[in-house]
């Protein structure tokens, strides 16, 4: 290495190249004329392993350096130096090469220029390769902006980044898809400020106290935050704590919205509940079936020998009163195993397309002949009214069961009132929202609504869970079977209706049966007409509240 005696730079000390010999990199000296031209004093024996080159081959030839800097960083890098020559300060700065040998690396470099006594800048210079840091930088500025692009469009799962202070620095689309903030309201704000209730306050600063102390996660949990509208909403949160060399620590929280999943929770509830009462209606249901069957014969003989035995017994004779009376009794037998067929599904079904306002009209005239004293029957039907596919016969029954229900539920107050209403429904009844039809397909849109109400002494939570059970019953004992409301579930069932009943101890009782109307029709089969049999005179609750087969206070 040898120091050019018209540089008019420093004297080279022998010292100084013994050491750069264990020093990584390359130490020079470069030389800046006053006529512009580019040349290096002398170079340490690093030059060979940066630039693959002999000192005694770029000594004399400055620009066979430069010849190897990439074109696009080779205007930056002449601009650094020029820069560092006119004002004198210390020059620092990084760029590419490619080597003879096909080599890319990055250069980074640092110099010190003086001004010699013939006007030159002379620049005492470091040079190492910084490739491997440059390329792990590299990497993990790829890795961090692939991780953070995953997290931006990663659907329904929040994420959120927060200093220790709590502040917010990161805020991802879902994000602003659970809470409402947008990123940019969010990042800068304070954790507690945004998502966190007032009640909540204390916890979360402990715990994240606690977590900075212990360098531990907080662990997951439930918890219900809040929107930026103030409304409440489930998450599951998990947190993740980052204490990286270098940088300063925050922690991460990944939030799942946990609304659907309740929601499903709810439903599957639901649906399992009315799972389980269905089989146990169908087992009670295939009991009283096959009992009632064999009974049945059994009370056909009776009832056949009892007539026998009247046309033999003269009509003055004291056995006539005993034969009658068998007579009376086995008639209540054989209605009594009529309505458990009908429970079970075993007799005969005949739907066709009903007018439902005469089978109504014509039960309400049977239903006046035995109405109780102190009860006021009252009975409106709408226009409008479509068509069902339905069993008259068993129309009627439900009606029976339904008001004698009814009445026995306001009798003794003095002035109980028992309302019957028929009319046209639009939608879907609440309970279709929530369970399918038991045999239709295709949800109807309009339905015929048949609504008993009567404000008696209501039905406690018990006696709502158990009202359709068979031989269930809260009357006195002699005054009723329980099958009438197991009949009513049996034949609606078999229609594909929709019952929905609401109830409450001391505020009455609602019975609202949707029937689906035939596809094609929404009016009466008949030209319909106004019917006001009597006026109506008490409000029936309007839109149902409940659910297939179950009730609501």
Known sequence: MNLRADSGAPAFDPALAAMSEHLPGALLQYVLAPGGEHRIGWMSRGCRELWEVAPQAAEPDAE???????????LALRASVMESSRSLRDWVHEWRITTASGRRKWLHGV????RGADGSVVWSMVMVDVSDGKRSGDATRDSEARFRQLLEYVPNVSVQGYGLDLTTRYWNQASERLYGYTATEAIG????????????????????????????????????????DGTPVAVYSSHVYLNIPGREPEFYCIDFDLTERRESEAIRALLQSQLRESQKMEALGTLAGGVAHDFNNIVAAIIGNVELAL??????SPARTSLMEIRKASRRARDLVQQILAFSRRQVLERQVLDLAPVVEESVRLLRATLPAGVDLSLHIGEGVPCVLADATQMEQVLLNLCTNAWQAVRGDGQGRVAIRLECHHGSPAARDAAPPVAADVAPTAWARLTVRDNGQGMSDETRARMFEPFFTTKPPGKGTGLGLAVVHGILRDH?????????????????????????TSSPCAEPMS???????????????????????
């Open 496 to 520: 594909d209706a929709v019952l929905e009943v609401q109830s409450a101890p001391g505020e009455g009782a609602t019975f609202s049966v949707y029937l689906p109307a035939v596809a094609g």
């Open 64 to 74: 066979l350096l430069w010849s190897m800097v990439d074109a696009q960083d080779l």
């Open 111 to 114: 110099g010190r220029p003086q």
């Open 189 to 228: 704000k304070n954790l507690l400020d945004l998502i966190i209730p007032p009640e909540m306050h204390a916890g979360v600063v402990g715990a994240v106290t606690e977590m900075i102390e212990s360098g531990l996660p907080i662990p997951a949990a439930d918890l219900t935050l809040r929107r930026k």
């Open 311 to 316: 046309d033999d017994v003269p009509a003055d």
């Open 531 to 553: 019917r006001q049999v009597h006026p109506v005179r008490t409000a029936v609750p309007q839109g149902p509240t409940s659910c297939t087969w179950t009730t609501t206070k």
